[in-house]
Nanobody, 115 residues
Framework: QVQLVESGGGLVQPGGSLRLSCVAS????????MGWYRQAPGKQRELVAI???????NYADSVKGRFTISRDNAKNTVYLQMNVLKPEDTAVYYC?????????WGPGTQVTVSS
C-alpha cells in the first residue's frame, strides 16, 4: 500500500521560510499527481498546491508567489518551499498522492508562524 511521510515543519517567525518534504513508498511515484493540503484548527482542509506527473503546477490564490511545489521522482519525494510566511499559514500540512482509485494521505506536519 502507498505510504506518505511528511517532514520539515516547525516554528518560524513571520516573513521566514520553511521547506516541507514528503516521501512516498509503495507506488510508481512518477506517474501520479502529488499535492499539499493544509488544515488549521476549526477550519476546513484546503488545497495549497498540486504538481502533476508532467510538472504542471497549480496553487491556491493565498500562496501564489510565496510557495513553490516541486518533485524529485528519483527520490520519490515532493517538496513545498514556503517563503514570506504569514501567521495565517499556520496549519497542519498534509501530503497527498492522487492514486488510480483514490487519494492517499500522509499523517501531516505542523507549521506554526508566530513571533
Amino acid at each position: 500500500q502507498v505510504q506518505l511521510v511528511e517532514s520539515g515543519g516547525g516554528l518560524v517567525q513571520p516573513g521566514g521560510s520553511l521547506r516541507l518534504s514528503c516521501v512516498a513508498s509503495g507506488s510508481i511515484f512518477s506517474i501520479y499527481s502529488m499535492g499539499w493540503y493544509r488544515q488549521a484548527p476549526g477550519k476546513q482542509r484546503e488545497l495549497v498546491a498540486i504538481i502533476t506527473n508532467i510538472n504542471r503546477r497549480n496553487y491556491a490564490d493565498s500562496v501564489k508567489g510565496r510557495f513553490t511545489i516541486s518533485r524529485d521522482n528519483a527520490k520519490n519525494t515532493v517538496y513545498l518551499q514556503m517563503n514570506v510566511l504569514k501567521p495565517e499559514d499556520t496549519a497542519v500540512y498534509y501530503c497527498t498522492l492522487r492514486g488510480a482509485t483514490g487519494d492517499y494521505w500522509g499523517p501531516g506536519t505542523q507549521v506554526t508562524v508566530s513571533s
